[in-house]
Every structure is written in C-alpha cells, then in structure tokens.
C-alpha cells in the first residue's frame, strides 16, 4: 500500500510570512497533484508535476517534485487569508494514472 | 452547471439503515471516483470507473458498499446496514478519458453522512 505523508498536519501563520508543506513517500510515484480544499466544497486541482526533479510556480505557489518522485514540497511566499484551506497531495503509481493515493492532508490558517 | 453535482449534500441515518448517495459526473467525462473523507483529513479511494471497462473496487472498505454506473453517466454509492463509522463525507469526481497522463480530477462538493 502506498502512503503519502503530510507535513505538517497543521499550520496558523500571520499575513505575510512564508510557508512550506510536505509530502513524502517510500515509493515513487510517476506523477503527483496538489489539490486545495475548502469547508463544504471538493478539493480543486492546483498543479501537476510528472518530471523528477520539477519546479512549477504559480503565482506565490511554487511546488516542487523531487528528484526521486517519492516526494514533493509546496511552499507558499507572503500567505494572504485567501490562502487558508485543507492542501492535499496526490499520487500516481506507475501504470496508474487514473488511480490517485492521497495524502494525509495539511491545514492551513492563515490571519490577518 | 457544468460541475460535478452530488446529492443529497447532507444525510443523517440511523445505524443499520441503508442509504443511496448520487453523483452527477461532468458530461463527457468518462472516469468516475468515489472517495470517503474523515474530519477534514486526506482522501480514501473507494471505487473507479472507466468507460465500460469492469469497475475497480479494491477501495471498498467492506462488502456493504457497492456502487453502480449507469449508461456510463450517473453514480450511486450504496452503503448497507450503516455502522457509525461510516459517518464522512463522501466524494465524487470525474475525470476525461484516462490515459498514461494524470488527468485532472473535478470534484463535487460532496454528501455529508451522519450516522447515529
């Protein structure tokens, strides 16, 4: 069974300040997502990373998959309220793509 | 509406009960996902379909859940004879035609069972 560890599991920071979360594996993986979820709602894909070694920014979200694919980091840079939700990683095994294994989940407060 | 659409949004059971959760995929998409979801926390694959392919259920926790596909559109989970742990929320969500890349998943917001 594949396991995706998050860390860490929970995170309040200030307005401002930067921010980076965790995902980590044993085994590889030949893609991985990350997924943000707000209360009441689906989780909403924010990128896909299938090369090891990737960096993927988006706007003040940069993600990285590390040279081995068995594990991936998002960081955040001056984190706004809107920031705040549940992030979650997601993995492809090899042969695979459709079947995700999902990470246990970071979550993320960010206040004024 | 073109999302994914789950109904109902909330259902509270009584234990031993049996209960019927619908999932309205994006249309055209072919790939269809159940997932549990327990306080807040990461998601538990249950099922998969793809096209007429034979479902893979090597997530279903026990053998009171099923689900079915019908003409490759609509999905409904059934959960028999509830146990209370069975309280989460579940989720629904679908993808386009699965292939060697990892196709994005759009969720529906999801049934919130309680069971008492």
């Known amino acids: 069974t594949q396991l995706l560890e998050q860390s860490p599991q929970f995170l309040s920071i200030q307005e401002g300040e930067n921010l980076t979360v965790y995902c980590n594996s044993s085994s590889v993986f030949s893609s991985l997502q990350w997924y943000r979820q707000e209360p009441g709602e689906g989780p909403v894909l924010l990128v896909t990373?299938?090369?090891?070694?990737e960096v993927k920014k988006l706007k003040r979200l940069t993600f990285q998959f590390g040279d081995a694919r068995k594990d991936s980091s998002l960081h955040i840079t001056a984190a706004q309220p809107g920031d705040t939700g549940l992030y979650l990683c997601?993995?492809?095994?090899?042969?695979?793509?459709?079947?995700?294994?999902f990470g246990t989940g970071t979550r993320l407060q960010v206040t004024l | 509406g073109a999302g994914v659409s789950q109904s109902p949004s909330n259902k509270v059971t009584e234990k031993g009960k049996d209960v019927e959760l619908r999932c309205d995929p994006i249309s055209g998409h072919t790939a269809l996902y159940w997932y549990r979801q327990s306080l807040g926390q990461g998601l538990e694959f249950l099922i998969y379909f793809q096209g007429n392919s034979a479902p893979d259920k090597s997530g279903l926790p026990s053998d009171r859940f099923s689900a079915e596909r019908t003409g490759g559109s609509v999905s409904t989970l059934t959960i028999q004879r509830t146990q209370q742990e069975d309280s989460a929320v579940y989720l629904c969500?679908?993808?386009?035609?699965?292939?060697?890349?990892?196709?994005?998943?759009?969720f529906g917001p999801g049934t919130r069972l309680l069971v008492l």
């Open positions: 990373v299938v090369t090891g070694g």
């Open positions: 969500a679908s993808s386009p035609v699965a292939g060697g890349i990892l196709q994005t998943q759009y």
């Open positions: 997601a993995g492809a095994a090899t042969g695979t793509a459709s079947k995700l294994t």
